[in-house]
């Protein structure tokens, strides 16, 4: 009973670190046994099979949640657990009968009889989904050797209340040779004081078994006692959780309410950045429109002093035409002089060809004629020395 009751000690002392806890786990996590302690962790997305159809998979956690094993040292058990939030996903005891099945390279599944249900996980990679199953069987093979070592106690425990069984014949006979009360008084001498002996040493019991018996009442009573002052503590953690639940989802409320504002004053701010710049670009638009317009105020003013020395020019244009027209009809009488000269000179040089042609002809006949003079003078001077 003193073990019993330091238990208690011991639970109310979980109990007060549950309080500190109750917004990461819900209450019929911390409720159980605090001996249970993490052996394997990891990351993964949580699925359930669909109860009206058993075949299409729907999704328990939004995202990627912590899904661990967890082993009970008291019970000798193992579970798997997973929390998304204060809402629990996966709380599932493993037993030998369980099978961890891979579907693909990074999803895996099991059945549940106790929850009525099939777990399903979606790994990152395939090495994670490796090391869950590896870790599944490894579990699977301790919860079956568990289970063989509990029914190895239970048999020896039947043997031996079998074996106690048998005995009882033989102290019923034991009192049986004892003999009734008749019989005892029958008898003389040393087994009266035997008996006498036997029924004092059983007096001697008796008082000791009541007085434990007093004892185990008191204790039995200031353990009521102190098990009315836990439940007691465990409604108030409870109401206070509750409360505490409230005000946790009124901040979150309130929280999401900010971000919600936050989010408005950002996307305005945004918005006034952008004006910002658009006002800047507009800004620098318009002195570039500036700067142009007094450039084009500047050409306009050259174009209108420009302007008031057309009329002049486009007088002196029309003369410069009339001078032009003037030139392009004396360009014409000399092209025709040029052409009329051009036909002249070739008719002369057609007539110097001839004139050279005959002159040529002529200096041919000249220089016969020359010989001819050359050879009648010699020959009248032949005939001068002659005589």
Not at 160 to 178: F, L, M
Not at 240 to 258: R, T, Y
């Amino acid at each position: 009973m003193k073990m019993h009751f330091s238990a208690r000690l011991e639970k109310t002392k979980t109990l007060e670190k549950a309080k500190k806890l109750q917004f990461q786990f819900p209450v019929s996590i911390l409720s159980r046994n605090m001996q249970e302690q993490p052996i394997f962790t990891t990351r993964a997305h949580v699925f359930q099979i669909d109860p009206s159809t058993k075949k299409n998979w729907v999704p328990a956690s939004k995202q990627a949640v912590t899904v661990s094993y967890f082993y009970d040292s008291t019970r000798n058990s193992y579970r798997i657990i997973s929390v998304d939030g204060a809402k629990v996903i996966i709380n599932s005891t493993i037993t030998p009968n369980m099978t961890f099945t891979k579907t693909s390279q990074k999803f895996g599944q099991w059945a549940d009889s106790r929850a009525n249900t099939v777990f399903g996980l979606g790994f990152p990679s395939e090495q994670q989904l490796t090391k869950f199953a590896e870790k599944f069987q490894e579990v699977k093979e301790a919860a079956k050797l568990a289970r063989d070592r509990s029914q190895e106690k239970i048999e020896t425990s039947s043997n031996h209340s079998q074996e106690s069984g048998r005995e009882t014949p033989s102290s019923t006979r034991a009192s049986s040779v004892n003999g009734t009360d008749d019989e005892k008084a029958s008898h003389g001498g040393p087994a009266e004081t035997h008996l006498k002996s036997e029924n004092d040493k059983l007096k001697i019991a008796l008082a000791q078994s009541s007085s434990n018996v007093k004892k185990w009442e008191t204790e039995l009573q200031t353990l009521r006692e102190s098990n009315a002052r836990l439940t007691t503590a465990l409604q108030e953690s409870a109401a206070s959780i509750e409360h505490w639940k409230k005000q946790f989802s009124a901040c979150k409320e309130e929280n999401d309410q900010l971000r919600s504002k936050i989010e408005e004053l950002e996307e305005q701010c945004n918005e006034i950045n952008k004006e910002k710049e658009r006002n800047a670009q507009l800004s620098r638009r318009l002195q570039e429109l500036e700067t142009e317009l007094q450039d084009k105020e500047l050409e306009l003013e050259e174009l209108r002093k420009q302007g008031e020395i057309i009329p002049q020019l486009m007088s002196e244009c029309e003369s410069v035409s009339q001078q032009l027209q003037d030139a392009e009809n004396k360009n014409k009488d000399l092209e025709e002089k040029v052409r009329t000269l051009r036909t002249e000179v070739e008719e002369s040089k057609h007539r110097q060809t001839n004139l050279k042609t005959e002159l040529k002809n002529f200096l041919d006949v000249l220089d016969g004629k020359i010989d001819e003079l050359h050879d009648f003078r010699q020959g009248l001077s032949k005939l001068g020395v002659d005589n």
